[in-house]
């Protein structure tokens, strides 16, 4: 005998749709379906075969342990500016808000993991003060800034100069007007440079001989981050901090090193939250995906990266979050918008492709008028060009 398993899809095709369980399956893990109602539940959705596909069935049953936190005061709109800094988690997010046409600054100094280092980078922006050559060092036919992620490297010291303080300068620039930080931190685990011990943000693959590695206490991190969020409060009071540590696990520092890095980075947040807590707010990326989702299906390859499956459904709780009714119907107009125009023509349909490029124009143009502060100009160009080539 098979019981069906059912959940809220359609269950007019239940081959397809439901995992069976062997009833003897059941009868040997009582300890997993731990009740006589559940079991009967079971059978009673069995023996109903002739229910329509708009039924829907909830059992009472969670497989996962939801994470339950208080929203915000605030909302994020299309009319925010965003700023994102910190671990790769911080671009995972900001390159969706950023493809749903918020305004936001991904990364500027480049991906940043450590919170010493993220630190660093908004006090040098808020300071204005510059990358001088003497910060730089010279490693396999490339100039290097400790300040900057490895994309700044380059073959002309002049350009890597250049480069980095027009980066400081924007942000600087950015800052003052931001609305919102997106502070992600990924490890506590840093590397000081022996000559100077100073702590960098990036080693650019020079011999670990040259670095020591130590773990930031709590008490550094909350000491680093009150000190300049009392400056950026100074500098642009109406900011707000949303903090978060990423889930993205650092395999090199050990299984227990990783674990005693993320519990230093939650309880350092936890302080700073506490100092400031009409200004910052905690969002529990880290706590998703261990607790929620917690499994190796929502890691990529490495198992130590979130699959891009884990990053939708995070992301689907950042904008519940963060988002209101309005912004949230305007983020997935957009959303269809730039979907539709990522994909390219492979048939020749003259009709079909005059349909669709009239489809989506109307769609932009609507936008155009309701919503004039959306950039849709790339989409646009391109179903422009696509209508006139065919």
Request: hydrophobic residues 35%; aromatic residues 12%; proline residues 3%.
């Amino acid at each position: 005998m098979y019981l069906f398993v059912m959940n809220n899809t359609d269950i007019q095709d239940k081959r397809k749709s439901y995992h069976i369980v062997n009833n003897n399956l059941i009868n040997n893990h009582r300890q997993f379906f731990n009740n006589d109602d559940l079991l009967n539940l079971l059978k009673e959705v069995y023996s109903k075969p002739n229910l329509s596909n708009k039924t829907q069935l909830k059992m009472s049953i969670q497989l996962t342990t939801k994470v339950n936190f208080e929203k915000p005061s605030f909302r994020i709109s299309h009319q925010s500016k965003v700023l994102m800094i910190g671990s790769c988690f911080s671009d995972n997010i900001g390159k969706i808000l950023h493809d749903n046409k918020f305004d936001t600054l991904l990364n500027p100094f480049g991906v940043l993991y450590n919170p010493a280092s993220i630190n660093e980078a908004i006090k040098r922006c808020l300071t204005l003060t510059p990358i001088i050559e003497e910060e730089l060092i010279y490693h396999n036919n490339l100039w290097h800034s400790f300040d900057f992620h490895g994309s700044f490297s380059q073959a002309n010291k002049d350009d890597l100069l250049s480069n980095a303080n027009k980066t400081i300068e924007n942000t600087h620039a950015f800052l003052k007007s931001t609305n919102y930080i997106f502070v992600t931190f990924g490890t506590s685990w840093t590397y000081h440079h022996t000559d100077n011990h100073k702590i960098v943000a990036n080693c650019h693959k020079l011999p670990a001989s040259v670095f020591t590695r130590e773990r930031l206490r709590v008490e550094d991190i909350t000491s680093q981050w009150n000190n300049t969020l009392n400056k950026l409060y100074a500098f642009n009071p109406d900011v707000r901090i949303i903090f978060t540590v990423s889930p993205v696990k650092h395999l090199k520092d050990g299984a227990h090193g990783n674990q005693l890095s993320k519990a230093t980075l939650l309880l350092a947040i936890d302080e700073i939250v506490k100092r400031h807590p009409d200004k910052l707010y905690y969002f529990p990326s880290y706590e998703i995906v261990n607790d929620e989702l917690r499994d190796y299906r929502f890691y990529a390859e490495d198992m130590a990266h979130i699959s891009d499956t884990a990053k939708i459904y995070i992301y689907d709780i950042f904008k519940q979050t963060f988002f209101n009714s309005t912004t949230l119907q305007l983020a997935e107009a957009i959303d269809k918008i730039t979907k539709a125009t990522s994909h390219r023509v492979l048939h020749n349909n003259k009709s079909e492709i005059k349909k669709f490029t009239e489809t989506i124009l109307k769609k932009i143009e609507k936008l155009e008028i309701t919503h004039p502060f959306i950039n849709l100009h790339t989409e646009k160009e391109y179903i422009n060009q696509l209508k006139n080539k065919h």
